[in-house]
């Protein structure tokens, strides 16, 4: 399947370098239907996302996967070598994890081994969308913590599928740099939603 158009951004962090590939959103007007609130528009790579994370549709993946390998291999200008992928920690417990299930395919199409367990969220938490941006950091370094997936001197791309703030990759970064001892951090994410 073919990648879909994109427009990467640099996202700056506590990481060595950072690209989210697209807005997730485009437009979202109340329509006064209680039953659907909101006609909401997303770009190409926003709706292929919405639809593996909250529609399970399955058939969305490759052509996500694609769109991120394409990036990798011919986008991102001056990416080092990495050694292995972690994939953030998905803030809601579900039956499939997409974030998961998109890292395990791209790291094989690179391959490249997954870290799962190189951070572990201990504790739930709520959406971090739904929380004040004051509060998440001392939530975060409660909840987000080293896992057992060894990083030690590895470079490492740690991916996600969606970013508001950055808050939940910055404390992510901050564990495998510190108590992780991995040599680098890169970050890229799929979509960001504001």
């Not at 986008?75 to 990495?82: A, E, F, N, V």
């Not at 992928?85 to 690179?110: D, F």
């Not at 870290?115 to 004051?134: G, H, I, L, S, W």
């Amino acid at each position: 399947m073919a990648p879909v158009t994109c427009n990467p951004t640099k996202i700056s962090g506590p990481w060595q370098s950072g690209y989210v590939l697209d807005r997730h959103t485009i437009s979202s007007t109340p329509t006064g239907d209680p039953y659907n609130p909101f006609d909401t528009k997303r770009t190409e790579l926003g709706e292929l996302v919405y639809q593996l994370k909250y529609g399970g549709k399955m058939e969305a993946l490759p052509i996500i996967v694609d769109t991120a390998e394409e990036f990798i291999r011919n986008g991102w200008q001056g990416l080092p070598g990495i050694d292995c992928i972690v994939p953030a920690p998905p803030s809601v417990s579900r039956k499939m994890q997409p974030v998961v299930a998109l890292a395990r395919e791209l790291a094989a199409r690179l391959g490249l081994q997954t870290c799962e367990d190189a951070v572990v969220k201990v504790k739930r938490t709520e959406q971090m969308k739904n929380v004040t941006k004051t509060d998440r950091p001392a939530i975060l370094e409660e909840a987000i913590q080293l896992g057992t997936g060894a990083v030690k001197n590895k470079r490492v791309l740690l991916f996600d599928d969606l970013v508001e703030s950055g808050s939940t990759l910055s404390r992510v970064t901050e564990v495998l740099l510190g108590e992780g001892g991995a040599s680098a951090v890169h970050v890229l994410v799929l979509t960001r939603t504001k």
